[in-house]
């Protein structure tokens, strides 16, 4: 005899870990409804272009984390190739604009390539955030979300800093913070750091918002009032300015050039002539031998003083006439080809006594690389006829002071260098008590290339706690002290000189010693963050796979 039960309806399997779990909270994004696709289209294209008035020129800095929380807001799905495709689009909205000076410099193609290679990284961390958030301990809490977010975000940073072809570091958000408070903690650790801080501010402002849709008042006011200590935090940062081993006087030759863009050195000898002539009115507001150091720019002679005569005698004469060394930028063609950028120390009367060359050309500028395969789509490769090859030296240069009797030594960065973090941090490590950047920003138009590249140099002030002349051939030229504040300016495209007594600094900030180790920690967290999703993946794969088991077992039972 049998008995018939009434049938039964499976139960819906349950996820192994969620008894263990705590209830999501109220306030996390990703208890909130996501914002509709076409919105989040549009959140990540504003948010890009909001993240860019942030830097110069426009600098309004706190847009920084306001576009980061537009991304962190329109990311709220559970699809991880979407939130890739919203990571490319704040990205590319972003670099468009930031890097316009490259469409000014090259072109359209270069402009566009490189500001799409740029997003791609924006892409990838949108992607690898969206597998992180299925984490559980990620998913339920917000401080692990925004710590995980502002950590995938960084790592991102650091990737595109070194990868390809020795990276682009150009557009971080520490590059943004300049002149915020947020900026000082460039003393701490660094540009990555900082960059750490604007996006936790900026998941901040997102998950207040969502508290604020909700009218979830404790979550709102936590969340705002953390973000605005985050903002703050760097005035408790001690940023010291006084002289520690003496001070340099110091003259700074901007020269100009008659037209901008890549046909400025067209006239030959109008640059070297243009620097020559700055250091001779140097002469009206100070007395022969007044000054330790004159400097020039990158380029400021259009001809090796080493080889070619006329430039040797010209630039002799202007440092006799001073009572003062010059460090020279121009360009050396070795016999075996190619050239190099390097900063050449010139004594009067003796000539070349030290030299610093270049150490990271910037590709597709000032070398070509894989050439052949990119000519087909631009032929402003061809431009660069002779690629520049990189120098083996840290970048410093050691100056004989007869004023202080000792040597001093100068740190220099060329041009794009200063967006590097260890080409700046080893300048000091190896000695530099100031640091010279050196650069030419004429192919670049009015754009604001150079306002962006002062805004680097004064993060650098105040990461290294050293003194920073920013010498340029058209501008924008300044002092900065190791604060990061500008104590002196000139325009852009103008012929200007300026004088300082700058600090020479001896002191090792915390930036310095540890700035190594800081991209690896950040990389590693990345790391332990995909580990745990993937981990968390398996699990989910393993729990679906034994409920579909045990309905499959229940379904095939007998009846009794």
Same mark, same amino acid.
């Given at each position: 005899?049998?008995?018939?039960?009434?049938?039964?309806?499976?139960?819906?399997?349950?996820?192994?870990?969620?008894?263990?779990?705590?209830?999501?909270?109220?306030?996390?994004?990703?208890?909130?409804?996501?914002?509709?696709?076409?919105?989040?289209?549009?959140?990540?294209?504003?948010?890009?272009?909001?993240?860019?008035?942030?830097?110069?020129?426009?600098?309004?800095?706190?847009?920084?984390?306001?576009?980061?929380?537009?991304?962190?807001?329109?990311?709220?799905?559970?699809?991880?190739?979407?939130?890739?495709?919203?990571?490319?689009?704040?990205?590319?909205?972003?670099?468009?604009?930031?890097?316009?000076?490259?469409?000014?410099?090259?072109?359209?193609?270069?402009?566009?390539?490189?500001?799409?290679?740029?997003?791609?990284?924006?892409?990838?961390?949108?992607?690898?955030?969206?597998?992180?958030?299925?984490?559980?301990?990620?998913?339920?809490?917000?401080?692990?979300?925004?710590?995980?977010?502002?950590?995938?975000?960084?790592?991102?940073?650091?990737?595109?800093?070194?990868?390809?072809?020795?990276?682009?570091?150009?557009?971080?958000?520490?590059?943004?913070?300049?002149?915020?408070?947020?900026? !000082? =903690?460039?003393? @701490?650790?660094?540009?990555?750091?900082?960059?750490? %801080? *604007?996006? /936790?501010?900026? +998941?901040? #402002? $997102?998950?207040?918002?969502?508290?604020?849709? !909700? =009218?979830?008042? @404790?979550?709102?006011?936590?969340?705002?009032?953390? %973000? *605005?200590? /985050?903002?703050? +935090?760097? #005035? $408790?940062?001690?940023?010291?300015?006084?002289?520690?081993?003496?001070? @340099?006087?110091?003259?700074?030759?901007?020269?100009?050039?008659?037209?901008?863009?890549?046909?400025?050195?067209?006239?030959?000898?109008?640059?070297?002539?243009?620097?020559?002539?700055?250091?001779?009115?140097?002469?009206?507001?100070?007395?022969?031998?007044?000054?330790?150091?004159?400097?020039?720019?990158?380029?400021?002679?259009?001809?090796?003083?080493?080889?070619?005569?006329?430039?040797?005698?010209?630039?002799?004469?202007?440092?006799?006439?001073?009572?003062?060394?010059?460090?020279?930028?121009?360009?050396?063609?070795?016999?075996?080809?190619?050239?190099?950028?390097?900063?050449?120390?010139?004594?009067?009367?003796?000539?070349?006594?030290?030299?610093?060359?270049?150490?990271?050309?910037?590709?597709?500028?000032?070398?070509?690389?894989?050439?052949?395969?990119?000519?087909?789509?631009?032929?402003?490769?061809?431009?660069?006829?002779?690629?520049?090859?990189?120098?083996?030296?840290?970048?410093?240069?050691?100056?004989?002071?007869?004023?202080?009797?000792?040597?001093?030594?100068?740190?220099?960065?060329?041009?794009?260098?200063?967006?590097?973090?260890?080409?700046?941090?080893?300048?000091?490590?190896?000695?530099?008590?100031?640091?010279?950047?050196?650069?030419?920003?004429?192919?670049?138009?009015?754009?604001?290339?150079?306002?962006?590249?002062?805004?680097?140099?004064?993060?650098?002030?105040?990461?290294?706690?050293?003194?920073?002349?920013?010498?340029?051939?058209?501008?924008?030229?300044?002092?900065?002290?190791?604060?990061?504040?500008?104590?002196?300016?000139?325009?852009?495209?103008?012929?200007?000189?300026?004088?300082?007594?700058?600090?020479?600094?001896?002191?090792?900030?915390?930036?310095?010693?540890?700035?190594?180790?800081?991209?690896?920690?950040?990389?590693?967290?990345?790391?332990?963050?995909?580990?745990?999703?993937?981990?968390?993946?398996?699990?989910?794969?393993?729990?679906?796979?034994?409920?579909?088991?045990?309905?499959?077992?229940?379904?095939?039972?007998?009846?009794?």
């Amino acid at each position: 005899m049998s008995v018939t039960y009434p049938a039964r309806v499976p139960a819906r399997p349950v996820p192994s870990d969620l008894a263990a779990r705590p209830a999501p909270s109220a306030h996390l994004a990703h208890a909130a409804r996501p914002v509709p696709r076409l919105l989040a289209l549009v959140l990540a294209a504003l948010g890009g272009v909001v993240t860019d008035l942030a830097f110069p020129d426009v600098g309004i800095w706190v847009l920084a984390p306001v576009g980061v929380a537009m991304l962190f807001l329109a990311g709220g799905r559970d699809a991880p190739w979407w939130n890739a495709l919203l990571g490319f689009v704040w990205g590319l909205t972003f670099f468009l604009r930031h890097i316009l000076w490259a469409q000014y410099a090259v072109g359209d193609v270069p402009w566009v390539a490189l500001s799409v290679m740029e997003a791609l990284f924006v892409g990838a961390v949108m992607l690898a955030w969206t597998w992180v958030r299925r984490v559980p301990v990620v998913r339920d809490r917000a401080t692990v979300q925004v710590l995980s977010f502002a950590t995938l975000f960084v790592a991102g940073e650091a990737a595109r800093s070194v990868v390809p072809f020795g990276g682009f570091p150009w557009g971080r958000l520490a590059f943004s913070q300049a002149e915020s408070a947020v900026g !000082r =903690l460039a003393w @701490l650790a660094g540009a990555p750091l900082v960059s750490f %801080a *604007v996006v /936790v501010t900026g +998941v901040l #402002l $997102a998950i207040a918002v969502l508290a604020l849709l !909700r =009218l979830d008042l @404790l979550p709102l006011g936590v969340s705002a009032l953390t %973000a *605005v200590a /985050v903002l703050a +935090v760097g #005035l $408790a940062v001690p940023l010291a300015t006084q002289a520690e081993s003496g001070t @340099l006087a110091v003259g700074a030759v901007q020269g100009n050039v008659s037209k901008p863009g890549l046909d400025a050195f067209e006239n030959r000898r109008e640059v070297l002539t243009n620097h020559v002539d700055g250091t001779y009115s140097l002469l009206d507001s100070v007395d022969q031998g007044d000054l330790d150091i004159v400097l020039w720019p990158e380029n400021g002679s259009d001809y090796d003083p080493q080889v070619d005569a006329q430039a040797a005698t010209d630039i002799d004469g202007a440092a006799q006439a001073v009572g003062a060394p010059i460090l020279v930028g121009a360009q050396e063609f070795p016999e075996t080809g190619g050239r190099y950028n390097v900063g050449l120390l010139w004594e009067p009367g003796v000539g070349v006594v030290d030299r610093y060359a270049k150490q990271h050309p910037a590709p597709f500028a000032e070398y070509i690389p894989i050439r052949e395969l990119v000519r087909p789509f631009s032929s402003a490769v061809d431009l660069v006829t002779n690629d520049m090859i990189a120098g083996t030296e840290v970048g410093t240069i050691a100056l004989d002071s007869d004023r202080l009797g000792r040597t001093v030594t100068i740190g220099d960065v060329i041009c794009f260098e200063v967006a590097y973090d260890g080409l700046v941090r080893d300048s000091v490590a190896a000695g530099a008590e100031m640091l010279v950047i050196q650069t030419n920003n004429a192919s670049f138009g009015p754009t604001a290339e150079s306002t962006q590249q002062l805004a680097m140099s004064q993060l650098r002030a105040m990461e290294t706690g050293r003194t920073t002349v920013q010498i340029s051939t058209v501008g924008v030229s300044a002092v900065i002290a190791p604060n990061g504040t500008i104590v002196s300016r000139t325009g852009l495209f103008t012929h200007e000189q300026m004088i300082e007594d700058v600090a020479l600094r001896t002191s090792t900030t915390p930036a310095v010693a540890v700035g190594p180790y800081v991209p690896w920690v950040t990389l590693a967290g990345a790391l332990l963050l995909l580990g745990a999703a993937a981990g968390a993946g398996v699990q989910r794969r393993r729990a679906r796979t034994g409920a579909g088991a045990d309905q499959s077992t229940r379904r095939s039972a007998p009846k009794r």
